[in-house]
C-alpha cells in the first residue's frame, strides 16, 4: 500500500488503520473469555428483576465530583481511620419482559479482587457502617454488557452508584456505552483528560492476565538493550500524534510495532505478537526487554494493556503530550518513573532520551510495577488507600506506606526512591 499514496492502495491503508484499533479493542474483550475459572452464583442466590431501561443522557454524570457524587457522611461509621467497603452478595437478575433469568459470570480475575477486600483492613461485612460498595456483578471486561446496565440499577441501595466503585479494564470510552457510571467511583484505565472526573474517579493500569510473566522483572534488570526506543502503535503509523514517517525519524536504533494483520497472524496469537514497520513476526511482550525507553501511542493506551506490559518488561515510558491520565497519576509523581515528550520535541528524542539516568528511571519503574500494577489484588489495594486518603485527609501518608528504605513526601506515597530527576537540558542549536 505504500505505492500509491493518493489512490487504491492508499484506501486500504486507510481501512487498516480505523479497523485494527477496532480489532485491538474487540480482542481485548474477546481475549479475557480465553481464561478458564469464570464462576457463576449459585441456584440459591437471590433473584432480583428489572426492566430494560433507556440509557438516556448522563451527561450530567460528568460533571460528577467527590463533593457532589460522593456523600463522606457515609465514611463515618467506622474508629480504625479506614473507609469501611462492603462487597455485595451474589445475585441472579430476571428480565421481566422475557422472563429470561441471568446467572452473572465471575471472572478469575474478578475474583482475586473481591478476595483482596475481603482480606485488607478495608472490609466491612454490615452495609450499614460501610463507606463504598463494591458489587458483585463482574465490570471489569465487559461481558453481558447488553443486560449490566439493568443489572446494575437493580441492585439494593445503588441509588445512581453513589458510593459504588466499578472496577474496569476497558477504555473508558467505550464503556460509557453500556455501564451507568451515574455517581459512582469508576476505577479504570484509558482515561482521556476528558472523561476522567477528577475526585471522583479514579485511574489505573489496565491489567493483562494474557501476557502477564512473573519472570519479566527479574529479567528486565539483567536484559541487554540494544534498542534505544521501541513505538507501539496499533496500525504502524505515527499519524495520530502529526508525525507519518517510518521507522522513527532519527533515531537509528528503533522499532515500530503494530498490531498484525489477521492474514499474517491468527486471532488466537494475537496477544503474543506483534508486527515491525517491515512485517516481521516478533514475540510480544518479550520484545519489550530489549528496549531502554518505550512510546505508547495515545490512542494505544486507551484501549489496552501495552503500558503495563511495559513497565512490567522495564522498558521506561516515554509519554507524549497531556492529554490522558496516567494510572495512580493522583499519588504517582510519574517524572520519577517515565519521559514526558511533547510534539515539537519529537525531532530531538534520541538526544533528549539519552540524557535521562536511565537506571534510575528503570528500577522505580519496576518498584512501581511490582508493588502497584503485577495483580488485581494490588491494583485494587492502592485503589481502597488512594479512596481512603480522600476520605481522611488527615491521615494522609500514613497507609500504605512503601517499605521504610524508601521515602515519600506528603501524601505522595509511591514514590520508590528519594532521588529527584530534573529533566536534562537539551542544547536546541
Known amino acids: 500500500w505504500e505505492r500509491d499514496k493518493h489512490g487504491v492502495m492508499s484506501a486500504v491503508r486507510?481501512?487498516?488503520?480505523?479497523?485494527?484499533?477496532?480489532?485491538?479493542?474487540?480482542?481485548?474483550?474477546?481475549?479475557?473469555?480465553?481464561?478458564?475459572?469464570?464462576?457463576?452464583?449459585?441456584t440459591g442466590a437471590p433473584t432480583l428483576s428489572f426492566q430494560r431501561q433507556a440509557r438516556g443522557d448522563k451527561s450530567g454524570a460528568r460533571d460528577c465530583r467527590a463533593t457532589s457524587c460522593f456523600s463522606v457522611?457515609?465514611?463515618?461509621?467506622?474508629?480504625?481511620?479506614?473507609?469501611?467497603?462492603?462487597?455485595?452478595?451474589p445475585y441472579s437478575f430476571r428480565d421481566e419482559a422475557s422472563g429470561t433469568i441471568f446467572f452473572p459470570e465471575i471472572s478469575l480475575e474478578y475474583t482475586e479482587l473481591l478476595d483482596a477486600i475481603r482480606t485488607s483492613p478495608y472490609y466491612e461485612p454490615d452495609p450499614t457502617k460501610a463507606c463504598v460498595t463494591v458489587p458483585h456483578v463482574d465490570t471489569l471486561n465487559g461481558n453481558a454488557k447488553d443486560v449490566i446496565f439493568d443489572m446494575l440499577n437493580s441492585l439494593p441501595g445503588w441509588k445512581e452508584g453513589e458510593n459504588h466503585i466499578l472496577f474496569v479494564m476497558l477504555p473508558s470510552s467505550q464503556t460509557q456505552s453500556f455501564l451507568p457510571f451515574d455517581r459512582a467511583v469508576v476505577a479504570g484505565g484509558g482515561f482521556p483528560m476528558s472523561l476522567y472526573r477528577a475526585g471522583l474517579d479514579v485511574s489505573t493500569p489496565v491489567f493483562n492476565p494474557l501476557t502477564f510473566n512473573a519472570d519479566y522483572p527479574t529479567r528486565a534488570i539483567h536484559s541487554t538493550r540494544p534498542h534505544l526506543l521501541t513505538v507501539l502503535t496499533r496500525d504502524g503509523s505515527f499519524q495520530s500524534v502529526g508525525v507519518v514517517d517510518t521507522p522513527f525519524p532519527g533515531i537509528m536504533h528503533s522499532l515500530l510495532l503494530q498490531l498484525c494483520?489477521?492474514?499474517?497472524?491468527?486471532?488466537?496469537?494475537?496477544?503474543?505478537?506483534?508486527?515491525?514497520h517491515s512485517h516481521v513476526v516478533v514475540d510480544y511482550p518479550s520484545v519489550l526487554l530489549s528496549s531502554r525507553f518505550c512510546i505508547v501511542v495515545d490512542d494505544v493506551i486507551m484501549s489496552g494493556f501495552e503500558f503495563t506490559?511495559?513497565?512490567?518488561?522495564?522498558?521506561?515510558?516515554?509519554?507524549?503530550g497531556d492529554k490522558l491520565v496516567l494510572p495512580f497519576s493522583e499519588v504517582i509523581d510519574w517524572s520519577r518513573a517515565s519521559v514526558r515528550l511533547w510534539l515539537e520535541e519529537l525531532g530531538q528524542s534520541a538526544e533528549i532520551l539519552q540524557a535521562y539516568p536511565e537506571e534510575e528511571l528503570r528500577q522505580q519503574v519496576l518498584f512501581l510495577y511490582q508493588k502497584y500494577f503485577s495483580s488485581m489484588s494490588a491494583i485494587a489495594m492502592a485503589v481502597m488507600a488512594i479512596i481512603n486518603e480522600r476520605v481522611f485527609p488527615t491521615l494522609i501518608g500514613s497507609h500504605e506506606l512503601p517499605p521504610p528504605s524508601v521515602s515519600h513526601t506528603h501524601w505522595r506515597w509511591l514514590h520508590s526512591s528519594p532521588c529527584h530527576i530534573k529533566r536534562p537540558t537539551v542544547s536546541h542549536l
Open 261 to 276: 494483520p489477521d492474514d499474517v497472524v491468527s486471532p488466537d496469537e494475537l496477544p503474543w505478537k506483534r508486527c515491525t
Open 14 to 42: 486507510v481501512k487498516w488503520r480505523y479497523l485494527l484499533p477496532l480489532l485491538g479493542f474487540l480482542a481485548i474483550a474477546a481475549l479475557w473469555h480465553m481464561r478458564q475459572g469464570y464462576s457463576v452464583p449459585s
Open 73 to 89: 457522611n457515609k465514611c463515618a461509621h467506622r474508629e480504625q481511620g479506614k473507609v469501611g467497603v462492603y462487597i455485595s452478595p
Open 309 to 320: 506490559d511495559v513497565m512490567m518488561s522495564g522498558c521506561i515510558p516515554v509519554v507524549l
